[in-house]
């Protein structure tokens, strides 16, 4: 289908029905716009294959780890993504190295307890966010003597909060 299409543009573009930005089946020469029926032959033909090139010496790593590895890096795309929506770990310009090292380690934290959580729950991190976040714990002075109040802890929150703290939530 999306090799229909590519060839679709690429006459239309040849036609002059469409501008011409960059379409992948137009061979332009001389003002003159053809089909390229050359390359589109060879692109139907790779149809479904896909390449990966590496460094890496095969006795090292063989290719389906190469393969794997690379299927994996969606997760470092996501963590990367997280820690600057989620977890809003926006750029903040320190000066000093132990400033910037702190920083990460702030950060990195974070992500490592975030991932923690979704791995124990199954849950989204919105979802633990949303569900967690009411929950809050307040001491007080009364009559002299500091008396701490705990949260009551129900529904989705004690659920996650199960999860996350097994044996304390067992029985309440």
Request: positive net charge.
């Amino acid at each position: 289908m999306v090799w229909q299409y590519r060839r679709n543009r690429a006459l239309a573009i040849i036609d002059g029905d469409k501008p011409a930005k960059k379409a992948r089946f137009v061979k332009v020469t001389d003002e003159e716009k053809t089909f390229d029926e050359k390359t589109y032959e060879r692109a139907m033909k790779l149809t479904g294959f896909k390449g990966y090139v590496t460094n890496i010496p095969a006795g090292t790593m063989p290719a389906a780890e190469v393969i794997g590895s690379y299927h994996d890096l969606w997760h470092v795309e996501q963590s990367f993504r997280m820690s600057k929506t989620d977890l809003r770990a926006r750029p903040i310009f320190h000066r000093t190295r132990d400033a910037i090292e702190a920083h990460l380690t702030v950060v990195f934290t974070a992500l490592a307890v975030t991932r923690f959580m979704q791995a124990a729950t199954g849950e989204s991190l919105k979802k633990i966010i949303t569900s967690l976040r009411p929950l809050r714990e307040f001491t007080g002075r009364v009559g002299g003597q500091h008396i701490t109040f705990d949260p009551e802890v129900t529904g989705e929150a004690r659920e996650i909060a199960a999860e996350l703290l097994p044996g304390r939530f067992a029985g309440h």
